[in-house]
């Protein structure tokens, strides 16, 4: 084992150009690396934004800020979620930088570990949904 992961900074979400997905960009350090290595987190706003916000939230109405606010606070939970499945997995092994696609396509067998981690982070999510926009 190389030691634990930390996460030294988290910039995002960015819009990906010609794609409906938001990414956010990781730095993650092992004590073993002598640099830090970047991880590009992606996350699908049809395929894993929209089935999460309808599983934790249902249908939410707002004004367009608050569901602004709402996106944001959700995409950056999926992203964190994603990273920690990436981990046990094992796919941050490697020194090397990283590019995990949305969980569809060959990776949807990993997107059920997903909501049952978003699930259990339910009340967390939504007291911090309620805090910052206001519903």
Do not use: C, N
């Not at 970047?38 to 939230?57: A, F, H, N, T, W």
């Amino acid at each position: 084992m190389e030691g634990k992961l930390t996460i030294s900074d988290v910039s995002g979400p960015f819009r990906e150009p010609r794609e409906p997905i938001f990414s956010y960009d990781y730095s993650i350090q092992r004590p073993t690396w002598a640099t830090p290595h970047g991880v590009r987190v992606k996350v699908s706003i049809p395929d894993e934004l929209d089935v999460v916000r309808e599983q934790l939230l249902g249908a939410v109405t707002g004004s367009a800020g608050q569901q602004l606010v709402i996106g944001k606070i959700l995409s950056r939970a999926i992203a964190d979620g994603k990273l920690r499945i990436a981990e046990d997995e094992g796919m941050l092994a490697e020194r090397r930088d990283v590019m995990l696609d949305p969980f569809t396509g060959p990776l949807a067998h990993l997107f059920p570990k997903l909501q049952h981690l978003l699930a259990q982070q339910q009340a967390s999510v939504r007291d911090e949904i309620k805090k910052r926009a206001g519903l």
